[in-house]
């Protein structure tokens, strides 16, 4: 990252520290809390995905909540309900733990649809409606959902609509053995990620700064024919003999955006064809369907999105 932007190089480091190993997973989690969209962080269990969400918060002095969702967790969970108080004869308000700025929402795809659905009107429209009263949530707001890719059984796949208002999907791989060592050699030094309050973790930013930045990013340049090549890689998707289901508008937005916060991520004032690239495998990886046949032949869907970028001439 480039000089010119201190708070987020000194969250990628911090970060880093942390949560070892996962650098290029860490950049476009930046990209991301930058761009202001909600993330899927799909991985096995044990590879850091609570742990990245959690240090976050901390760096950054958030206020962070934490769901973990099962079968029978109630979208009142969420959202919060209105309580008759006997003593005063009165309702009065609870809310919910979506009434934060960083929340987690943990193995999403293991509660039922209508609980999921819950999360649609705060994922959309930043506010929750409940007894028809809307209530705002904080200007923040951001959902980081985490899910395991290899157990089917008791789970609930997310439904496309809820899919696409997710900004990114990233995938936790296993860091590589010199990282997993040096995650041994922290755990031997007294790192434990349990008691994040006795790590040492400093803050290194504001909520505050990020929201400014985000206005910022909104200054960065894209030159027509940028917009051209980006609606060109959308339309594309929707005629590719692979899929049954391309990129939606609001995909062509986000695509936008991500790609102005990558290109000042790396201290520039205009975007690039490789900023464009750089965002594509996260921001469509979970917004095109394959079809049956493409299923049936092995074909992966970032091999799709591979050969998007390949067929799409880029712009001089």
């Known amino acids: 990252m480039n000089q010119t932007n201190p708070v987020f190089n000194r969250l990628d480091q911090a970060l880093s520290l942390i949560v070892v190993g996962q650098t290029a997973l860490i950049q476009q989690l930046l990209v991301a809390l930058l761009a202001g969209g909600h993330i899927i962080l799909e991985g096995v269990p044990g590879t850091g995905k609570t742990l990245l969400?959690?240090?976050?918060?901390q760096l950054i002095q958030a206020e962070f909540r934490r769901i973990q969702l099962t079968p029978d967790v109630l979208p009142?969970?969420?959202?919060?309900?209105?309580?008759?108080?006997?003593?005063s004869r009165n309702f009065t308000l609870k809310k919910g733990p979506v009434f934060t700025e960083i929340?987690?929402?943990d193995e999403i795809n293991r509660t039922p649809p209508k609980t999921q659905a819950a999360l649609l009107e705060a994922m959309e429209e930043m506010q929750v409606t409940l007894d028809g009263e809307s209530l705002p949530l904080p200007e923040l707001f951001w959902v980081v959902a985490t899910q395991n890719p290899l157990e089917f059984e008791g789970t609930y796949p997310?439904?496309?609509?809820?899919?696409?208002?997710?900004?990114?999907?990233?995938?936790?791989?296993y860091p590589d053995q010199a990282a997993e060592k040096q995650m041994l050699l922290n755990r031997q030094a007294g790192f434990a990620a349990r008691r994040l309050d006795i790590a040492s973790l400093q803050p290194v930013a504001?909520?505050?700064?990020?929201?400014?930045t985000r206005e910022i990013i909104r200054k960065v340049k894209v030159s027509e024919p940028l917009i051209d090549?980006?609606?060109?890689?959308?339309?594309?998707?929707?005629?590719?003999?692979?899929?049954?289901?391309?990129?939606?508008?609001?995909?062509a937005g986000a695509w936008f955006v991500t790609s102005q916060a990558k290109a000042w991520l790396a201290g520039r004032d205009f975007v690039?064809?490789?900023?464009?690239?750089?965002?594509?495998?996260?921001l469509l990886r979970h917004r095109l369907i394959l079809k049956p046949e493409a299923m049936l032949d092995g074909i992966k869907i970032d091999a799709v999105i591979a050969s998007l970028l390949n067929q799409v001439p880029v712009p001089r």
């Open 206 to 212: 504001t909520v505050a700064e990020i929201l400014e």
């Open 158 to 173: 997310l439904p496309e609509a809820q899919l696409d208002r997710f900004l990114f999907k990233l995938v936790v791989d």
């Open 76 to 87: 009142a969970d969420i959202t919060g309900t209105n309580i008759f108080d006997l003593n």
């Open 272 to 282: 690039t064809p490789d900023d464009v690239k750089a965002v594509a495998s996260p």
């Open 103 to 105: 929340l987690l929402a």
């Open 229 to 251: 090549y980006i609606l060109a890689l959308v339309r594309a998707s929707r005629q590719h003999s692979d899929l049954a289901l391309g990129a939606s508008p609001r995909a």
């Open 53 to 57: 969400a959690k240090v976050l918060a």
